[in-house]
């Protein structure tokens, strides 16, 4: 029998397990090279998954990876490298929405939020939530010290979505959830424009690698 026989049919019969028996009967390598089928229409795409893995890691590096990188890989043209993208676009979106603040029930359950959001983020960020709305945006915490007008479009976007109440975070690169003055001056600077427009500062939290620290409850300090 020659290589091309044996592989006929191939496709659909990993089509007709998935849809039998679902994804917990496939390896990882198993999946990846399914989903390939639909972003490489002629190829041998177990070979392709197999050196996807193999290059990045997991998963998580193969759908992390950028189009020049994925480009590097044998049987990989810029169709399949923006189809692999737009997949990890989209299980990004999902854990966005999985995670949404407003499907959190208790303000205790806020800091492993963002310390979940923040998990992959290098340098310090602020982000602020509003569970009413559903509305979250994240920003440069040197940024919003320097520049006066971001913090104005920030203010701005909030009244947009009719925010009410937010919750605001600040992760530190280090273990240790130490607030430091910029943060008490992004804390003071919030509190007095938010107490303007109406909007409730419901927590300030700085995140730490392994426990945080709330400016409002945990400190001595008064907004």
Do not use: W
């Amino acid at each position: 029998m020659n290589k091309k026989a044996r592989h006929s049919g191939h496709r659909e019969r990993v089509r007709k397990r998935y849809f039998e028996y679902g994804a917990d009967s496939f390896h990882t390598h198993e999946l990846l090279e399914l989903a390939l089928f639909y972003g490489i229409p002629r190829k041998n795409t177990n070979n392709i998954a197999h050196d996807l893995l193999e290059k990045f890691g997991d998963l998580n590096g193969v759908l992390s990876a950028n189009r020049d990188e994925l480009a590097e890989i044998d049987g990989i043209g810029e169709s399949a490298a923006n189809f692999i993208c737009l997949l990890g676009d989209i299980c990004r979106e999902y854990e966005n929405f999985v995670l949404s603040p407003a499907s959190i029930e208790y303000a205790e359950d806020y800091p492993a939020y963002f310390r979940d959001y923040f998990k992959d983020t290098a340098q310090e960020m602020l982000l602020v939530l509003c569970p009413s709305a559903d509305f979250r945006i994240m920003l440069p915490k040197e940024k919003l010290l320097a520049n006066s007008g971001d913090m104005v479009h920030l203010t701005n976007l909030l009244i947009k979505r009719e925010c009410s109440r937010i919750i605001i975070g600040i992760n530190k690169t280090e273990s240790a959830a130490t607030p430091d003055m910029c943060d008490i001056t992004l804390a003071n600077s919030f509190t007095n424009k938010l107490s303007l427009l109406g909007i409730e500062l419901m927590d300030f939290l700085i995140i730490g690698k392994k426990r945080s620290y709330s400016l409002i409850f945990d400190g001595a300090f008064k907004f």
